[in-house]
């Protein structure tokens, strides 16, 4: 699920670009939109479902050096089924939410940009695997208040957003062999020996694993870069919490 993957580039994940309910109370106004208290609530509850694949778009997590070895768990901070929603995860689901109404707007200015209902679909299948069934799932969206409509719209605004990610900034980065060796023997490798994983040879990793890795770090730094200055430019009124 490439466009469900690619987001760890940004600290916003690209949920909920225009409103889906009704207005329970403003969180945020980013250039006189509303973010509602709702909305915010309903990214930080998917912030928690890893299976949705959608959390890690919210935490912005970078890719770790040993993410190297295959499969090798990233170690996260369990929550406990039912706990209440901090303060600190609303206002990371807030903050995210800003910075998608500022990445979509930016969007939708090009409209050769278009996500078909195939491609939606196949994603749709692929999150059906993450569960024993398409009940399973199901039942997981009405738990989370998502429902199969705002699912497929917010996988839509994710692919839309993945293509302009790819055209504007993917496309542009180029990782020399010096470049990738030099991160290699400098972070990757100290950093699997701390771990005691087994180091494997450059050249076994460096085409498919390291050099993806490096360009995904480059275009997070300039998407990073380029949401600031759109904070910079626009007009932010917070609320809640």
């Known amino acids: 699920m490439r466009a469900l993957t ?32 709702g909305e915010v609530r309903r ?14 778009l ?15 768990p990233i170690e996260r901070a369990p929550v406990v089924a039912g706990q209440p929603l901090s303060n600190q995860e609303l206002e990371q689901a807030r903050e995210c939410l800003i910075d998608t ?38 039942a997981e969206l009405e738990r989370v208040g998502l429902t199969n409509e705002e ?28 470049a990738a060796r030099e991160a290699w023997d400098t972070e990757f490798v100290p950093d699997m020996q ?9 050249e076994t990793v460096a085409e498919d694993l390291l050099v993806p890795i490096l360009q995904q770090r480059e275009v997070n730094r300039r998407v990073q870069s380029w949401i600031l200055d759109l904070r910079e430019r626009a007009t932010i009124r917070r609320k809640y919490p």
């Open 58 to 72: 919210c935490r912005g997590e970078r890719m770790p050096a040993a993410q190297l070895a295959a499969g090798t």
């Open 101 to 138: 109404r500022l990445v979509f707007r930016e969007v939708r200015r090009f409209p050769r940009i278009a996500a078909t209902d195939e491609q939606i679909d196949q994603l749709v299948a692929d999150l059906v695997e993450r569960f024993e069934s398409a009940v399973e799932l199901e």
């Open 43 to 56: 990214a930080a509850r998917l912030a928690r479902e890893e299976r949705f694949g959608l959390g890690a």
């Open 151 to 178: 699912l497929r719209a917010d996988l839509r605004r994710q692919l839309l957003v993945s293509e302009y990610i790819d055209n504007r900034f993917l496309a542009t980065v180029d990782i020399t062999d010096q």
């Open 6 to 37: 690619l987001f760890a580039v940004l600290p916003a994940a690209v949920l909920m670009a225009a409103p889906q309910h009704p207005l329970d109370g403003i969180a945020a106004a980013v250039n006189e939109e509303i973010i509602s208290i």
């Open 194 to 202: 701390a771990r005691g994983i087994p180091v494997p040879p450059y």
